[in-house]
């Protein structure tokens, strides 16, 4: 893996095209500019990477668009001190985003292929404070339970009630979430034990948020998601 001088001009370029879409956080345009966004995509299309499009992965997945990344991002406020979980790891680019802001993260990916190159990359790319870790996000990660926030990064038809309940008091989820193919990014706080607020954010595309994984057997009797409406 290799980054050039014409790269990193064609990232500057992403940066300003980002900052003219209404991105001022400096530490969110630091992380365009520091992350190699073509190290997560096939070395062959390099120059692709800094347009403003979804790129092909493995397992029929994308990377998501540059903007919707750094909005997602935007809306997660970032703090060092956070503990985060990603739902959908797919090339671990929005995974290096977050954790270069100083967070500690978790993120799960249920297509096995994909979490195992991602695994593999991160840590060849020294990311340390991310952990991946393979299942099905509909569950969330109890394990490491309760999260400061939680960003999901395809597209839900509705709220899996495990992960709103996985916030701590105060913490906040970013969501994608609608019915068809347009997806209305929102945000949603837990005030208090039991009462959540939401507010939404404006409507973009994503690849599915699919139940289990791509290991479960096609037999395997699925476990009923609960679901919220908040
Ligand atoms: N954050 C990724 C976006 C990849 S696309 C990036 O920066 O590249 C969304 C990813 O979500 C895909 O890899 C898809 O396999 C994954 N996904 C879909 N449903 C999931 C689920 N139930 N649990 C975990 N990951 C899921």
């Known amino acids: 893996m290799k980054d050039t001088h014409k790269l990193r001009g064609l990232r500057q370029r992403l940066v300003n095209y980002l900052q003219s879409r209404g991105i001022d956080d400096s530490r969110i345009l630091d992380a365009f500019m520091d992350i190699p966004r073509h190290y997560f995509m096939s070395q062959d299309f390099a120059e692709w990477a800094y347009r403003n499009e979804a790129f092909p992965i493995a397992a029929g997945q994308t990377i998501s668009h540059p903007y ?14 956070d503990k985060i979980l990603e739902i959908g790891t797919g090339s671990g680019y929005q995974a290096a985003v977050i954790s270069s802001m100083g967070a500690k993260l978790y993120t799960i990916e249920r297509q096995a292929e994909l979490y195992h190159n991602t695994n593999k990359l991160l840590i060849k790319l ?3 404070r991310i952990r991946t870790l393979f299942g099905d996000g509909y569950q969330g990660a109890p394990r490491f339970a309760p999260f400061d926030k939680i ?3 395809c597209g839900a038809s509705f709220i899996p009630k ?3 309940y996985q916030l701590k008091i105060g913490g906040r989820m970013i969501i994608p979430v609608g ?5 209305m990014m929102t945000v949603i706080i837990r005030e208090s034990e039991t009462e959540f607020s939401s507010e939404k954010k404006g409507i973009f595309k994503f690849v599915p948020f699919l139940e289990g994984t791509n290991a479960d057997q096609q037999s395997m009797s699925k ?3 609960k679901r919220v409406s908040l």
């Open 68 to 81: 919707t990344v750094a909005f997602q991002t935007d809306l997660l406020q970032v703090k060092p001190s």
């Open 126 to 128: 020294g990311y340390d």
């Open 151 to 153: 960003i999901v990064t």
């Open 162 to 164: 495990a992960l709103p």
């Open 179 to 183: 019915e068809g193919d347009d997806k």
């Open 223 to 225: 476990r009923p998601i």
